[in-house]
Nanobody, 115 residues
Framework: QVQLVESGGGLVQPGGSLRLSCAASGSSFGVTAMNWYRQAPGKERELVATAFSGDIINYVDSVKGRFTISRDNAKNTVYLQMNSLKPEDTAVYYC?????????WGQGTQVTVSS
């Protein structure tokens, strides 16, 4: 069983930055992907950024050039650096880890971008 603990959400003005962290319990052995999703009110959950094993990284078009996903395998932690935040980035952000084909989810952290 893997438990994920997220941190770093909050309220920020448009143009500001936040860094989300997600620490996973247990070993990183067998982890094939570490992802960040988000869900805005009234919308479906969407995949924002993916860090696959082998340093393959993908982003949804709306965050390219503004968000950066990174992983620290030694700490079994994934980060999401979010710059130039926009009001439309407001959502609950969820960490997701795939280990031996099983999905594990964090509890979610609220990000609100507002003046």
């Amino acid at each position: 069983q893997v438990q994920l603990v997220e941190s770093g959400g909050g309220l920020v003005q448009p143009g500001g930055s936040l860094r989300l962290s997600c620490a996973a319990s247990g070993s990183s052995f067998g982890v094939t992907a570490m992802n960040w999703y988000r869900q805005a009110p009234g919308k479906e959950r969407e995949l924002v950024a993916t860090a696959f094993s082998g340093d393959i990284i993908n982003y949804v078009d709306s965050v390219k050039g503004r968000f950066t996903i990174s992983r620290d395998n030694a700490k079994n932690t994934v980060y999401l650096q979010m710059n130039s935040l926009k009001p439309e980035d407001t959502a609950v952000y969820y960490c997701n880890i795939v280990r031996f084909g099983i999905n594990y989810w964090g509890q979610g952290t609220q990000v609100t971008v507002s003046s």
